[in-house]
């Protein structure tokens, strides 16, 4: 019940003085709603009906002011006009709110009113008080026959005629709707407008001739020189035997309804014309669900002409697949008489189908009766091939997220998510086991043939291990050359164990890549556990450990995890913190070696070695931490750390002396490292002639263009660089050709067995050689004895590091040395 005042009367109507001024001069009461039935206009004629003030009813509705009951009839009638556009034209009695009961005569049509460009549904009801007619027709009813007719047509000027038609009086109001005198009523014919004349004047002859009653409407020349409408009403009293005796009519001024109802069919126009160009398709059907109206847009999508679609038609339409649907949705809807909602696919002039979601609202009569349906068709199949995109899309990424790309199997996520899923489904008697399967000499493939040969032998490999495993094994690939199975319902680690060798005999078989033949190894690590006892990750983990256990046997090799495997890497981890404790607790200590000159027996360098001691464990191996240092990106910082504390140190000491510090080949992965060095010698005043910087000869395997590049920068600032380890690599010669050293350090493998070692000495003695030609200074490491050292200085060599100098020592005790062998 919409009882609330929304606006005040002057903003809530809407309509133009001057309309209010016409319209108050009509003399039946005009009615005006929106469409939620609050009054936006009544006339006066109206408000004097029902005793209230225009103010107090602009707004409201017929719950303020009549009984729930005809309130709700009233609404329901509005509802219907609104929805179907019909005229309706019903008379009803009315009880006021003072107690009072009227006889009205309504006619409600709907219109339509267009504000601020917008526009808006209004119900406009135009009302005849009939109340004193009904009454008058009673009474005459009682008192004489021959008025009975008169008041059952509802009379406003009565007038009589004879059987021939003659008129023979005119009542007396006749003046009041026309201006002329009754008595001139019978000279009016002439006055009649021309396009009414001649069927005004071919019913009456049909009823003169028929006896049937005559209802006509036509304009009249009033005595204001103006045309209105009028409607003429006549019956025929007959005798028994059905001749007629007179003819009894009424006459009444209806220009104002005429006018109202022209004005509603052209709203009704308009109306059409917004539904045509509405961006949805509209329908309106009857209680059997045939369909009264489709707009513009249903008839040009579907090619249908409005006959076509009229009726049950418009199911054509639909997709055939779709069309029991559609029907069993609108039947079940109007069963219940409830809103309906489908969505189907509706077939385009062009034959293309189109997505189309219909939605529609049942009518109603005031009385409860269903009238049908009006809705509205939207068509959203741009919205469905998004959505269709945006699922496959999904879908695409979901697949792509949880499978390798080049193989086409499971990964890591996947498993993760199906060992959670199916691991309540696993018998708990039984295991489950992870064989974690890596293929060796991959790196080498894509070296010597290209990374899509190694791509190619990826696939045949996962095709072989995808031929091994059961149906209800899971075959993933972890990424680079490692595979992973994962088999449920072991009884034995025996299943296990031969399952692995049954991976390892089929993907070591000698593949065939584009004519090249690559036999590559597999070595397999695996893991087994109840089912509950470890997660995935663990049993991969585990896995992983014992694989690298199995790297130690070669290929063709597999282990299985035993707890206390992974000993030797809770260590690692562990001095992983630790060592990242320590270089920012200052527990890291530099110690010097010296270099001695074998020409004069002065120390000329001295190398600077990284020290640590534990807190707890004590003193630590530069063997077991550097690579630590080297694994977790410490190296960097460890690198700048001893470099800086080397050269501030260098710089106490006599100026013949030089400072030797190792680079890690992971440090030359900073591209500003030659930029460092010159920073930290300028930082401590060390001239860059006394530091030396050693490397091994894996800084030219790696990125040797840009490794040359820092080497060469280095050079450019002064420092004297040095080959570490020299004779050790496989190519040390030919790096001695694409970058020029100051120094080249031998090995102290060569130098253990002197002088009894004859392979040793040769090799000694040509780099010894190399030396002097290319003008290069040569170092032997790990003299020890008496004996060594005789044998270095043979062959010339110029500089000589071991125990039988002195052992590195802390940088408090190096310069004593350094003193005591000048």
Not at 177 to 185: M, N, S, V
Not at 293 to 302: A, G, I, N, P, Q
Not at 449 to 466: F, I, M
């Amino acid at each position: 019940m919409e009882k609330t005042r929304l606006k005040s009367p002057e903003q809530f109507t809407g309509f133009d003085r001057e309309l209010e001024v016409i319209l108050d001069a009509v003399p039946q009461p005009i009615i005006i709603k929106d469409e939620l039935s609050r009054f936006r206009f009544l006339n006066s004629a109206a408000c004097a009906l029902v005793g209230r003030a225009r103010s107090d009813l602009i707004g409201r509705t017929d719950y303020d002011i009549l009984s729930a009951a005809e309130a709700d009839r009233i609404r329901e009638i509005d509802k219907h006009v609104l929805r179907t556009g019909a005229e309706l034209t019903f008379e009803e009695d009315i009880t006021l709110p003072d107690g009072a009961v009227r006889n009205l005569a309504t006619q409600k049509r709907r219109a339509e009113l267009e504000s601020g460009g917008a526009k808006e549904r209004l119900v406009v009801a135009t009302i005849l008080d009939v109340t004193a007619c009904r009454k008058a027709e009673m009474e005459l009813r009682i008192s004489e026959e021959h008025y009975r007719s008169l008041i059952e047509l509802h009379p406003q000027v009565p007038w009589t005629a004879n059987p021939s038609g003659e008129v023979l009086e005119v009542g007396p109001r006749w003046k009041d709707i026309t201006g002329f005198e009754a008595a001139d009523a019978l000279k009016r014919a002439g006055a009649i407008h021309p396009d009414d004349l001649d069927e005004l004047q071919r019913l009456w002859s049909r009823s003169l001739s028929t006896g049937e009653p005559l209802d006509v409407e036509f304009r009249l020349a009033t005595a204001e020189g103006c045309y209105r409408w009028f409607r003429s009403r006549a019956a025929a009293r007959k005798t028994e035997d059905g001749t007629i005796v007179r003819w009894y009519g009424i006459v009444e001024n209806v220009d104002d309804r005429r006018r109202a109802l022209e004005a509603v069919k052209e709203s009704e126009s308009r109306f059409r014309a917004i539904a045509d160009d509405a961006p949805v398709m509209i329908w309106v059907t009857d209680a059997s669900g045939a369909a009264t109206y489709h707009s513009r847009l249903w008839l040009e999508m579907t090619g249908q002409t409005a006959e076509e679609a009229r009726g049950f038609g418009w199911a054509k339409a639909i997709h055939p697949d779709d069309r029991q649907k559609v029907e069993c949705g609108f039947d079940a809807a109007s069963r219940l008489r409830e809103p309906v909602r489908v969505e189907y696919r509706l077939r385009r002039t062009d034959g293309s189908l189109a997505s189309v979601i219909d939605i529609g609202q049942p009518r109603f009569t005031s009385d409860g009766g269903f009238l049908g349906y009006v809705g509205i068709a939207l068509d959203i199949t741009e919205l469905r091939n998004a959505e269709q995109e945006r699922f496959l899309a999904q879908k695409q990424m979901h697949h792509m997220a949880r499978h390798d790309a080049l193989t086409g199997l499971p990964n890591r996520q996947f498993l993760r998510e199906e060992f959670e899923r199916t691991s309540d489904k696993i018998a708990p008697s039984t295991k489950v086991a992870i064989l974690c399967v890596v293929l060796n000499g991959l790196k080498a493939v894509n070296d010597a043939y290209g990374r899509a040969t190694g791509d190619l032998l990826l696939r045949r490999v996962a095709e072989r291990l995808r031929n091994c495993v059961k149906q209800s094994d899971m075959l993933c690939r972890l990424g680079g050359d490692e595979f992973v199975v994962w088999r449920t319902g072991i009884n034995s680690s025996d299943e296990a164990h031969n399952l692995a060798q049954q991976l390892i005999d089929a993907a070591e078989l000698p593949y065939e890549l584009v004519g090249t033949q690559v036999d590559p190894g597999v070595i397999v690590g695996l893991a087994t556990a109840p089912i509950g006892d470890q997660s995935v990750d663990g049993l991969i983990q585990a896995a992983d450990i014992a694989l690298d256990q199995a790297k130690a046997g070669g290929r063709g090799t597999y282990v299985e995890y035993q707890p206390g495997m992974d000993a030797h890497l809770q260590t690692r981890e562990q001095m992983k913190v630790s060592l990242r404790r320590a270089l920012v607790n200052g527990e890291l200590e530099v110690h010097y070696q010296p270099l001695v000159n074998l020409h004069t027996g002065r120390i000329t360098t001295c190398e600077a070695l990284v020290r640590w001691t534990h807190p707890e464990r004590g003193p630590v191996s530069p063997a077991e931490f550097i690579p630590v240092a080297e694994e977790t990106g410490l190296i960097a910082p460890l690198g700048d750390w001893i470099l800086r504390q080397a050269c501030m140190e260098a710089a106490k000491w006599p100026p013949h002396v030089s400072v030797a510090v190792n680079l890690s080949p992971l440090q030359f992965r900073n591209r500003r490292l030659a930029a460092d060095v010159r920073d930290i010698v300028g930082e401590t005043g060390l001239a860059p002639s006394r530091l030396q910087l050693e490397v091994t000869e894996s800084v030219l395997l790696d990125e040797s263009d840009n490794n040359l590049r820092l080497l060469q920068a280095m050079r450019e600032l002064g420092v004297k660089l040095a080959m570490d380890d020299f004779g050790t690599g496989f190519s040390s010669l030919s790096y001695l050709r694409s970058f020029r050293f100051d120094k080249i350090k031998v090995d102290r493998s060569f130098i253990s067995d002197l002088p009894a070692g004859r392979e040793s000495l040769a090799i000694i003695r040509a780099v010894a050689g190399i030396g002097r030609t290319l003008a290069i200074t040569t170092t032997v490491e790990g003299v020890e004895t008496e004996a060594q050292l005789e044998a270095v200085k043979a062959e010339g060599f110029d500089e000589a590091q071991g125990y039988l100098f002195a052992r590195p020592m802390p940088a408090g005790q190096i310069l004593e040395v350094i003193e005591a062998r000048t």
